[in-house]
């Protein structure tokens, strides 16, 4: 009985390491981090070895949707390729990629303002834009153009042909202009709304 | 505007400070002894030392908030039937309390994450001929999808540019930083004790002399009213508007 | 007999696509995936349902060393705590960042009164909290959720699914209970622990 339970205990340890490595791990890899001390220990490693088999049976049953097998002397968990016709179609569904509110704010200042480093996107919206321009990066909008030659050499952004390509413009020159009259426009409605002037 | 957790003795803030007095001296944090824990407070503030001005500052908002309610507790009640008076520690007890709920909810967030940080998760595993069918993001999809054109975002830009002017606070940027006393009040009552020494009385106004500045005046003022409580002076003023003489009662 | 397997087929393709997909997956995109004509169908949009709550039950088994989560609306397989030690020895941990005091005290403002911004968090703390607030978008445990639709149109913060799973709870009504009643027994606490009594 009592066996019996360490066995079943095993085969959820075991379980646990094998689904959190998610590549294929040797299961003297395995054997070892059960039990540094017994990893030697000829009677463990065959108790180990049981509770392997035992949890590889276990995926057999048709119910379950993933198995475990061996490769050589690794052990991997993997899905049942008869389902993989839903998983294509998860993998494939369309994502609800949207463009977020955070994302266009940092586009627009990427665009108007490159090349530009994270600390200047920052300073503009006045929180940290990291996750918005990884997005910005992954859907291919915006791309590293080099770095300042400032301490930290911090990388600088710019809008990629992509970017131009989707919004049908030809180059950047086409961008509306925003010009140093109009900064200084801003500059004076925010001091008007102060209600004080602002030595610049 | 990214700087460090700074602290202040172990202090995250005002209230963090103003619980740890009221825990302290085990105050009810629903009757607050003011006048007490008002000059615990300036007592810490005192020995600050290197701290920087926008985090002191935050601590000066809280010694004025102080001092402005013990002035209003001092001030004698006006006589109202109908309604009683609020008390003016009111609101101070509720910003109290709201603090102190959250602080207490961050210490049952830190049990919980450390429970929650012994579990593992997996990254995706796509069979091969699973991924094979992954398409990429199409960015001009997206953007028509999302209805963004460049004139939208020309717009965007223009709004967080005035955004950002708008955050620097005009008012606060003009302050410089926020410098030490250069006249200290300790300082000035161990000066003003130093000259009355040995002489039976002495002229306000020939204390003003030796230092000039409207802050010093203030200081010196302060500095007599404070000898005075201590009982080391006393004054007098013979007529209106007349010479105020000080009065050594020491020795 | 027949819905019962196909309800097992329901289970095991379901198993097989949160496996695969290792992240948090909207439950409504694996009824879609699972068979994109009938997703729209009530009856089946319940049987899934059903079959997943089976699962979850399943792997409640305690001869299993993983289990699956739910995150609000999304399902996601992770390892039971109880396997922590193996598993540290066998894979290495990414570097935990451990929260500071401050950090965690404006993440529990932000938890509880989201969406939040940073003036309303800086009141309640009564000092400036921008460097909380950057290290927690950092570290992914807050993100923007909008503008106030006020002066200023400030940041509007609210917690992630990586807050969910950092914490252990499968939505924010699983939040430890702060009201003014669950601060007087906190007070009586620590009278009891000064002991004096405090006349409320």
């Known amino acids: ?200 | 505007m990214n700087k460090p957790d700074v602290k202040i003795e172990g202090f995250e803030g005002p209230l963090d400070l103003l619980l740890h007095l009221i825990e302290k001296n085990k105050y009810n944090i629903f009757d607050i002894p003011i006048v007490e824990i008002t000059e615990q407070y300036l007592g810490y503030l005192e020995h600050m030392t290197e701290v920087e001005a926008d985090f002191l500052s935050d601590f000066l908002v809280m010694a004025s908030t102080l001092i402005a309610i013990k002035t209003r507790m001092l001030l004698p009640k006006e006589e109202k039937e109908e309604e009683e008076e609020d008390d003016p520690r009111a609101e101070l007890v509720k910003s109290l309390i709201e603090y102190k709920m959250y602080k207490y909810a961050a210490l049952e967030l830190k049990d919980m994450e450390l429970d929650a940080g012994h579990v593992m998760y997996k990254k995706a595993t796509i069979p091969k001929e699973v991924r094979q069918y992954r398409e990429e993001v199409d960015p001009a999809e997206l953007i028509r999808e999302s209805d963004v054109t460049m004139a939208k975002l020309h717009n965007l830009f223009q709004t967080l540019l005035r955004r950002e002017a708008d955050r620097v606070d005009p008012v606060r940027s003009r302050f410089g930083t926020i410098t030490r006393d250069e006249i200290r009040l300790e300082d000035r009552m161990a000066e003003i004790q130093a000259e009355i020494r040995g002489l039976k009385s002495i002229r306000f106004r020939t204390l003003l002399t030796r230092k000039r500045g409207k802050m010093n005046l203030i200081v010196s003022f302060l500095a007599i009213l404070e000898l005075m409580k201590t009982g080391v002076i006393s004054i007098r003023q013979e007529e209106r508007f007349g010479e105020i003489m000080i009065d050594s009662l020491e020795g």
Chains 1, 3 share one sequence.
């Open chain 1, 1 to 200: 009985m009592e066996q019996e339970e360490s066995r079943m205990n095993l085969m959820a340890a075991l379980e646990a390491m094998i689904f959190s490595v998610g590549d294929a791990v040797e299961e003297d890899e395995l054997i070892r981090a059960l039990d540094p001390e017994r990893a030697e220990d000829k009677e463990y490693q065959k108790e180990v070895r049981e509770a392997v088999n035992a949890l590889i049976a276990s995926y057999e049953d048709e119910n379950r949707g993933i198995r475990l097998i061996r490769l050589d002397s690794r052990l991997q968990l993997c899905t049942k390729n008869e389902y993989y016709d839903p998983l294509i179609r998860l993998v494939n569904m369309p994502k609800k990629h949207s463009l977020t509110d955070v994302v266009l704010e940092t586009l627009s200042i990427i665009a108007y303002k490159q090349p530009v480093t994270r600390a200047e996107i920052e300073k503009i919206r006045g929180v940290s834009s990291d996750h918005a321009v990884n997005k910005l990066l992954e859907y291919n909008l915006i791309r590293e153009v080099g770095r300042l030659d400032a301490p930290g050499h911090p990388i600088l952004f710019g809008t990629t042909d992509e970017f131009l390509r989707s919004f049908g413009i030809s180059s950047m020159d086409e961008l509306p202009d925003i010009s140093p009259d109009q900064l200084a426009d801003f500059q004076k409605q925010a001091e008007e709304e102060a209600g004080i002037e602002v030595p610049v």
